[in-house]
């Protein structure tokens, strides 16, 4: 079997919505903020993000956060647990989760209980892609680059199998 991606947003695209995303965070008037990246897929998001929200003017930290989903086959039992943790304090501060995909809800749903359990002062969630209709938890994103449909998706930070995070455009996989 082979893989190919389908090109469903150019890496022009994808530019010109982190610039009006970063418009709209700036837009809440908060001038610092601590942004905790969820690994892996986020890391080509947030890099573009955190110098598109500079540009706005807005100062940040910059963490990361290692979840993983663990569970046996049937995705209601799924579990999320830390496989990396972060080192600032969050404390009193202003919080914005960045991931690369909002999909069941999971992931987001518990890193948004863990940093108000660890006292942030306000969460906000940013996602470069989100697909509506699939959430198991209720959660949703302040802020979204693009909603796509239920298809597997790669490229941009995003893998299959470890691959095509390199991509510089977010395609849909191929299986032939
Ligand atoms: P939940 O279900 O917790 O999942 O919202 C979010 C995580 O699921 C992975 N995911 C994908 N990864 N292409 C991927 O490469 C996809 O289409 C896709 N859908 C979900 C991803 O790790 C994300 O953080």
Do not use: W
Request: with cysteine.
């Amino acid at each position: 079997m082979s893989d190919s991606v389908k090109p469903l947003y150019s890496e022009a695209e994808i530019g010109e919505r982190i610039i009006a995303m970063a418009k709209d965070i700036a837009k809440s008037g908060k001038k610092e903020m601590v942004v905790v990246s969820l690994l892996k897929g986020s890391f080509i998001f947030t890099a573009d993000l955190v110098r598109a929200l500079s540009d706005c003017g807005v100062r940040l930290q910059v963490e990361f956060l290692g979840l993983s989903s663990y569970g046996n086959s049937t995705q209601s039992s799924k579990k999320v647990s830390i496989v990396q943790d972060m080192k600032t304090e969050i404390v009193g501060k202003d919080v914005i989760i960045m991931d690369d995909i909002l999909d069941t809800g999971r992931t987001l749903h518990f890193a948004s209980n863990l940093l108000r359990d660890r006292g942030a002062k306000s969460i906000s969630v940013a996602v470069m892609l989100e697909k509506p209709g699939k959430r198991v938890v209720s959660i949703d994103a302040d802020y979204i680059g693009f909603t796509i449909p239920d298809r597997f998706v790669v490229g941009y930070g995003l893998d299959y199998a470890g691959f095509y995070r390199e991509l510089p455009f977010i395609g849909v996989l191929q299986q032939h």
